[in-house]
């Protein structure tokens, strides 16, 4: 799921860049100050790679298994969680 919302979110951040550069007539676009315009789009890029990072990060994790107690203890293994 948070791989579709940061491919919708990097969608309309180029929307919104490329409508900027294109100068197409969108009243509320062409209002506004074009680096301020830019900017929002790529922040809206940025956060939407964010979204595609964190939902290909779904990794097992290990967790060491000791033996021993206190100073004396040793790594045996790893079990995944």
Same mark, same amino acid.
Do not use: M
């Given at each position: 799921m948070a791989r579709i919302f940061g491919w919708i979110l990097m969608l309309l951040g180029v929307g919104v860049v490329v409508l900027k550069i294109i100068k197409i007539g969108i009243p509320l676009l062409s209002n506004a100050n074009p680096l301020f315009v830019i900017v929002i789009g790529i922040l809206l890029? #940025?956060?939407?790679?964010?979204?595609? =990072?964190? &939902?290909?990060?779904?990794?097992? =994790?290990? #967790?060491?298994?000791?033996?021993?107690? &206190? !100073?004396? +203890?040793?790594? #045996? &293994?790893? !079990? +995944?969680?």
């Open positions: 890029i #940025v956060a939407g790679f964010l979204f595609l =990072k964190e &939902g290909r990060t779904k990794q097992k =994790k290990e #967790v060491p298994i000791y033996e021993g107690e &206190g !100073k004396n +203890r040793k790594i #045996v &293994g790893y !079990k +995944r969680v």
